[in-house]
Structure formats: C-alpha cells, structure tokens
C-alpha cells in the first residue's frame, strides 16, 4: 500500500491537489478525464472526497484513488468519514482500500445530518476512527481548521482536539480553506506550541464567483479578507475577470506559504485541472516546484 507520508518527507514543497468523484454517470471515466489534466500539475498526491453517509458517487472514491495510482503513478489518498458508520463497514471499507492498494486515508468525521436525523453509529469523532485505520497499517492524514471548525468556538478547544487526533495517530494534517494566510500563521504558532509537532499541510480554494465564495464562508466559517470583497467588488459583472482574479488571488496566497515555510499546500482545485495547473506554475515560478 502506498504511504503518502514518505513521498512527502522528501519533496522540497509538498505540493497536493484534492477531487471530488465527478457526479452523473460513468464517473471513473469522467475522474479519468479530470486526472490526466491534473496530473500535469505533477502533483505529490491526489486526494478523493467522498460524501459522509456515501451519498451522491462517493462509493466510486476508492476506486478513483486506486485509478490515480495505477494509469497515472501519483499516490491517490481516500478520503473517509466515520459519521453514521458502524465498525463493521468501516472494516469492509479499510479492505476495500487494502485490496485496491490505496494506503493513505483522510479520516474524517464528515458532517452530522441536518436536525432531527441522528447520526448513529459507532463513532462521534474523527479521533475515534483514526486508531483503527493505523491499527491496519494506514498513513492517516486528519483535518485541521485554522479558524475552528464551524462548530467549534474556542481556538484553545481547537486546537486540543488536533492534538487530541495527533495522539490517536495522525500521521499529518490537511487544513479547511483560509482567505488569509494571517489566520493560518495565528494558528500553527499555538499548534506548534501545544506540541502539534505531525505537518500540517495548508488547503487553499480559490475562489470562482460570488456565490460560491458565499457558500463556503458560511459553510466553513472562514472569514474574507478586505482585499477579497474589494476583487469581488471590482468584478462583479464580469465572472471570467472574477475566475480569473479568484485563481490569481489564491497562487499569491500558496506562494506567500511557500515563503514561510510551511508544511506543504493543497489545492481544493474542483475538478478543474487549470487551477491544478497554474498553482504548479506559480510555484515553480518562484523556485519552489521543479
Ligand atoms: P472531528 O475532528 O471529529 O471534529 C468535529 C467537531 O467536533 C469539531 O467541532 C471539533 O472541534 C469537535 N470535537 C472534536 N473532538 C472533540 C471532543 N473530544 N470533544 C468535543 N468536541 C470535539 N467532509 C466530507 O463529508 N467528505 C470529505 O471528503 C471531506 N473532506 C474534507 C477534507 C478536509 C481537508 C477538511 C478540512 C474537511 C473535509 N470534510 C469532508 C469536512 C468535514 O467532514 C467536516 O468539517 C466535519 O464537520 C468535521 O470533520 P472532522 O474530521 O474535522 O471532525
């Protein structure tokens, strides 16, 4: 099974791109597609999201990583939540994963369900489902949230509970999206302190448009820097220049992490290989990507 985990202690700026299992049907040749255009971002994994409960294609998420892997030679992570899960499907989905060679698993709570539908299940947290996952030999990445989970109000609770995943065997960390790296800095300065010593590795999204900027901020909680509000301002009736100022936006953010060496940068590219791709080259403009 692959371990992303050695593929990263040698690369110079740990550079990862995250995909969804594209919706509709014949997926893995719609994922197909989006890899061969990714891949040539020359990226040091490919991560797959699944949906928590297994709606919408996420059943396809193993089959995507393993796909990554084998036509394309880049390490292919599986993201998997635990919400709702029993013990015993999380067991089927670990061989799955094995059988597949997909060794390196996002663990992940995954959202609860909207009010009135209890989740279940054998798990509560992420934490719980980490130590299963290292039980059978997985590199385990687990999600950090440099301004807290949406849920979670307290920076010092926040950062207890990294730690908390980090005990139960986290081997790295994949951050939600941030539109200031000032908020990330803010962050891993108390991480680093409270003995969160496993890399913490910075996700960034550039933004598209005006709803879906909308969207994630109320879905995540991150705030939106001046600047954004400014860009999106500027271009509010021309969404191409907004596309296009959004993926400038975020190259500056990368190359400004990249500057203060950090861990690594992973880009939420959305299935769309050209931000893949001009993330790379903003890198390597700058030296820091081969
Ligand atoms: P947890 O770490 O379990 O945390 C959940 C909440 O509980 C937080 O508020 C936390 O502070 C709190 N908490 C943790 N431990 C304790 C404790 N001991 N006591 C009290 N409170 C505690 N979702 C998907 O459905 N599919 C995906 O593919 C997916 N990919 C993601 C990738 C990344 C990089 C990130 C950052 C998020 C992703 N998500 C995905 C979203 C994620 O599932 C949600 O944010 C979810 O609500 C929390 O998941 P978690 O693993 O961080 O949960």
Same mark, same amino acid.
């Given at each position: 099974m692959n371990s992303v985990f050695e593929t990263l202690s040698g690369t110079q700026l740990p550079f990862s791109v995250e995909m969804f299992p594209p919706k509709g049907q014949l997926t893995l040749d719609a994922a197909r597609q989006v890899v061969a255009g990714v891949a040539k971002a020359r990226p040091d994994f490919i991560s797959v999201t699944c949906s928590a409960g297994g709606s919408g294609n996420s059943s396809q998420t193993v089959d995507i990583a393993a796909l990554i892997q084998d036509e394309f030679s880049i390490p292919g992570v599986a993201h998997l939540t635990c919400v709702g899960a029993t013990r015993a499907g999380i067991e089927a989905e670990m061989a799955r994963m094995k059988a597949a060679g997909v060794g390196t698993v996002l663990a992940l709570r995954g959202d609860l369900p909207a009010e009135g539908n209890a989740a279940g299940g054998d798990f509560r947290y992420a934490k719980d489902l980490i130590p299963l996952l290292k039980q059978e030999g997985f590199t385990v990445a687990a999600a950090a949230y440099p301004e807290g989970h949406i849920t979670c109000l307290s920076p010092q609770d926040n950062i207890r509970h990294l730690r908390e995943k980090q005990e139960a065997g986290a081997d790295f960390f994949i951050t939600q999206l941030f539109f200031g790296n000032e908020a990330f800095y803010r962050f891993h300065e108390p991480a680093l302190a409270a003995g969160v010593g496993a890399p913490i590795i910075c996700g960034i999204m550039p933004f598209l448009g005006k709803s879906q900027i909308q969207r994630m901020i109320f879905m995540c909680g991150s705030s939106l820097p001046a600047g954004i509000i400014k860009l999106l301002a500027k271009y509010e009736d021309d969404p191409a220049a907004?596309? =296009?100022? *959004?993926?400038? +936006? %975020?190259?500056? =953010?990368? $190359?400004?992490?990249?500057? &203060? =060496? $950090? !861990? *690594? $940068? &992973?880009? +939420? #590219?959305?299935?769309?290989? !050209?931000?893949?791709? #001009? %993330?790379? !080259?903003?890198? #390597?403009?700058? *030296?820091?990507?081969?």
């Amino acid at each position: 099974m692959n371990s992303v985990f050695e593929t990263l202690s040698g690369t110079q700026l740990p550079f990862s791109v995250e995909m969804f299992p594209p919706k509709g049907q014949l997926t893995l040749d719609a994922a197909r597609q989006v890899v061969a255009g990714v891949a040539k971002a020359r990226p040091d994994f490919i991560s797959v999201t699944c949906s928590a409960g297994g709606s919408g294609n996420s059943s396809q998420t193993v089959d995507i990583a393993a796909l990554i892997q084998d036509e394309f030679s880049i390490p292919g992570v599986a993201h998997l939540t635990c919400v709702g899960a029993t013990r015993a499907g999380i067991e089927a989905e670990m061989a799955r994963m094995k059988a597949a060679g997909v060794g390196t698993v996002l663990a992940l709570r995954g959202d609860l369900p909207a009010e009135g539908n209890a989740a279940g299940g054998d798990f509560r947290y992420a934490k719980d489902l980490i130590p299963l996952l290292k039980q059978e030999g997985f590199t385990v990445a687990a999600a950090a949230y440099p301004e807290g989970h949406i849920t979670c109000l307290s920076p010092q609770d926040n950062i207890r509970h990294l730690r908390e995943k980090q005990e139960a065997g986290a081997d790295f960390f994949i951050t939600q999206l941030f539109f200031g790296n000032e908020a990330f800095y803010r962050f891993h300065e108390p991480a680093l302190a409270a003995g969160v010593g496993a890399p913490i590795i910075c996700g960034i999204m550039p933004f598209l448009g005006k709803s879906q900027i909308q969207r994630m901020i109320f879905m995540c909680g991150s705030s939106l820097p001046a600047g954004i509000i400014k860009l999106l301002a500027k271009y509010e009736d021309d969404p191409a220049a907004l596309r =296009q100022a *959004g993926i400038e +936006y %975020a190259c500056e =953010q990368l $190359v400004d992490l990249a500057n &203060h =060496q $950090v !861990d *690594g $940068v &992973h880009v +939420y #590219a959305m299935n769309h290989p !050209d931000i893949a791709c #001009a %993330a790379a !080259d903003a890198l #390597a403009d700058k *030296g820091f990507r081969a």
